[in-house]
């Protein structure tokens, strides 16, 4: 399995502009999570998903940021209009029920 | 208040020897599981370890061993024969299940560890 795959690797806009981020979790896994890591707040659980449906969406910061799960084999987190504030790294992360999370590579985020 | 604490922002620790970093957390649940992930430089996150709440064992996985100790409530980490390559951020996670098979995890703020030759 290529693991959980994340898309772009990194990711430099302007201020206003829409980001779409992306993530493919690994094939069986039915728990889809949203991670942010930054300097100063560390790892915060954005949303999460179990089997295509969102179950907490309480950490999404504000309504600019939305996240889908349209099929078990795709979600986007995307970010309308997106500040400067919201630069960070964006990992997405695959599971199944008592087992680990894997992770994926990570968006590195940069609104100018 | 903080589900995960780690209190050791940084850690130094010589090549090969052991050395410890500290995870308290803090839950109501009764079925809990606890887990390590390294970081490296290159940003990727690297699962460890894992021990489960009613696990009477303490978790091992090769250098890498969990001190579980329930009543206190602490979960720390255990690196034996340290190597260069082990320096890294280090965070510790809980995962509560709610609801069922629902669950989320919780990551504390992590501790930088920086092994000297």
């Known amino acids: 399995d290529a693991g959980v795959i994340q898309s772009p690797r990194h990711e430099v806009t302007e201020m206003g502009q829409e980001v779409t981020l992306r993530c493919k979790p690994i094939s069986g896994h039915d728990y889809l999570f949203w991670y942010r890591q930054t300097m100063m707040r560390g790892l915060e659980l954005l949303i999460y998903f179990n089997n295509n449906v969102p179950i907490d969406d309480s950490g999404m910061p504000e309504d600019r940021f939305s996240a889908k799960m349209p099929n078990a084999s795709f979600s986007t987190l995307k970010i309308q209009p997106s500040e400067p504030r919201d630069s960070a790294v964006y990992f997405c992360a695959s599971g199944a029920v008592e087992e680990k999370l894997f992770f994926g590579s990570g968006t590195q985020l940069s609104v100018l | 208040a903080q589900k995960i604490t780690q209190t050791q922002p940084g850690m130094f620790v010589q090549e090969k020897e052991a050395v410890t970093l500290d995870c308290t957390y803090d839950?109501?649940?009764?079925?809990?599981?606890l887990f390590w992930y390294k970081q490296p430089s290159s940003g990727e996150m690297i699962f460890l370890i894992y021990?489960?709440?009613?696990?009477?064992q303490n978790a091992t996985e090769g250098r890498y061993s969990l001190n579980f100790q329930k009543a206190r409530k602490s979960a720390n980490l255990v690196i034996s024969a340290s190597q260069l390559g082990d320096s890294a951020m280090y965070f510790c996670a809980m995962r509560e299940i709610r609801g069922g098979s629902n669950y989320k995890l919780t990551f504390g703020k992590g501790t930088l560890l920086t092994v000297n030759p």
């Open positions: 021990q489960g709440s009613y696990d009477e």
């Open positions: 839950t109501s649940d009764q079925s809990y599981g």
